[in-house]
C-alpha cells in the first residue's frame, strides 16, 4: 500500500474526521508531505479541511467526502408532456411573441396548467 492510499484509509476510518497532526504521526511520514498529499486530495474534491484548535495548538480536520455525485439534470421546465421547448438549442434570432412554434409551446403549457 502506497503512502496516499495509506492516508486515504486513515481518514476514512474517522466518522467523525481525523486531526492533521494526529494523522501524519499515525501515517508516519512528515508533515510537509502529508500536507501536500491532502492539498492534492482536497483539490480532487475526495476531503475537507476545516481549521480547528486542539489544546492551543491549530491544526486542520480532515474528513472523508467521497466521490463526487454527478449533478442531475431537471429538464421538467422545458418539457410539456413529452414536447420540448422549441426555444431549446434554437438558433433563429427571432422576436419571442412573433414565434409561431414558441407560441404553440405556450398554449399547450396554459392547458397544462
Excluded at 23 to 44: H, M, P, Q, V, Y
Excluded at 89 to 111: D, F, H, N, R, T
Amino acid at each position: 500500500m502506497d503512502t496516499e492510499e495509506k492516508i486515504l484509509k486513515l481518514i476514512k476510518s474517522r466518522k467523525n474526521g481525523i486531526l492533521q497532526n494526529e494523522l501524519w504521526k499515525k501515517a508516519k511520514i512528515d508533515s510537509s508531505k502529508c500536507s501536500r498529499i491532502l492539498a492534492k486530495f482536497e483539490k480532487e474534491g475526495k476531503i475537507s479541511r476545516e481549521k480547528e484548535s486542539k489544546k492551543g495548538v491549530k491544526t486542520y480536520l480532515i474528513k472523508y467526502l467521497g466521490k463526487k455525485e454527478e449533478k442531475t439534470r431537471n429538464f421538467k421546465l422545458l418539457l410539456i408532456g413529452d414536447m420540448f421547448s422549441p426555444c431549446t438549442g434554437c438558433a433563429l434570432e427571432c422576436a419571442p411573441e412573433q414565434c409561431i412554434p414558441l407560441s404553440e409551446w405556450v398554449y399547450c403549457l396554459e392547458k397544462e396548467g
